[in-house]
Structure formats: C-alpha cells, structure tokens
C-alpha cells in the first residue's frame, strides 16, 4: 500500500470534504454534537486504520490505533486546538502520524512480552491452600503493584476490557497497555506464589 504525501492511502482523496464542510464539521464536534462524532469516525476512521497497517502490518495495532487517533482527534477539537477548522483532513493524518511514530518508537524500547498462558501456570499455589486463603493471596500481592499496572490488571481481568480500551481510558497506547499487563501479571503470581510457601 503506498501513500500520498499527506498520509492518506492511495486511491484516497485527502480532503474528503470542502474546507467549508471540514469547519462545519470540526465545530459541530466542538459544540459536543454526537452525530458530528459519527460523521468524523465514519468519514476517517478506515483511512487511518489503512495508513497505520501500511506501516506495521498487524490489523487489531491498526485498529486499536486508529481508535486512539479518533479519540485524540475528538478531544483536541473539543479543545479548541485546532486552529485551522478548515483543515481538518490534515489534522486527522498529522494527529494519526504521530500516533503512529509514537507508538513505533515506544514498541522499539519494550521488552519481550510473556505470553499469559505460561504466567498463569505461575500462578498455582500449593494444594494445601483453599480459595479463601488463594483470594487473600491475590489481594496481598495486588497490593504492591503500582496503582496503574493494578487497575489495567483490573480492567482486563474483571472488566474484560481490551487493551485499546483500556489505553483509550488511561491515555496509553495499547502496546504499552499489553506490556504493563504482562509484567503486573507475572509480578503478581510471582509473588503469591512467594506468599503461599509462608
């Protein structure tokens, strides 16, 4: 997939709408009208996902980053950030631009992430302990993580959130989302399993 100069996938005029239709439509969203939210995703929300997986090649990275333009892109016209309404186009793929890069270079500086299946086997205390001994367990260790890593514990193991969700609440990327998660999770049953031997 090649892209045009400004970001948008090829075949894909960059400016979907007049610059009078983008600055209507960019103070509809300011003024907090849900129809304009709608329009603005409907409008963008593909040609981004499109931009994103031409550089990473992981559809559910490319969906979840497109969300996280979209929901950026809503915030920062909510903001009154934009200067400019009539460029709104260009504010889309700039915000998914950076988006983007932010999350190429955070990616780079991550560790390998555990899968959950093998962090889970961890997990298992002795025999000799009855689920409300396990439970108290799993609340002592909870207890010395980082607020942050607990609640994305939270959220996904209790809330069944996703993890472009859970970023989508907590201003993170989901990669970054999946990375805390795993190392809060292997923490976690380390220590309850320190915990069961006393």
Same mark, same amino acid.
């Given at each position: 997939m090649t892209l045009q100069p400004g970001g948008a996938p090829a075949g894909? &005029?960059?400016t979907l709408l007049t610059p009078q239709q983008?600055? &209507?439509?960019a103070e509809r969203i300011r003024g907090h009208e849900p129809s304009a939210e709608e329009e603005l995703v409907s409008l963008f929300s593909d040609r981004v996902r499109f931009m994103v997986l031409a550089r990473t090649r992981d559809p559910e990275v490319a969906r979840d980053l497109a969300q996280d333009v979209m929901l950026a892109v809503v915030r920062a016209l909510r903001g009154e950030q934009l200067r400019e309404p009539e460029h709104l186009a260009g504010f889309v793929y700039g915000t998914a631009r950076n988006v983007l890069n932010n999350y190429l270079r955070t990616r780079s500086r991550l560790p390998k992430e555990d899968p959950i299946d093998d962090a889970l086997n961890l997990a298992q205390p002795p025999a000799r302990v009855d689920d409300s001994e396990r439970m108290g367990l799993v609340r002592r260790a909870l207890a010395f993580l980082d607020s942050t890593d607990r609640r994305i514990l939270l959220l996904t193991l209790v809330e069944g959130l996703k993890p472009g969700q859970i970023g989508a609440q907590l201003?993170?990327?989901s990669e970054v989302v999946r990375a805390r998660k795993s190392r809060a999770l292997k923490k976690t049953m380390e220590r309850v399993k320190r915990l069961s031997r006393r």
């Open positions: 894909v &005029s960059r983008q600055r &209507s439509l201003g993170m990327t």
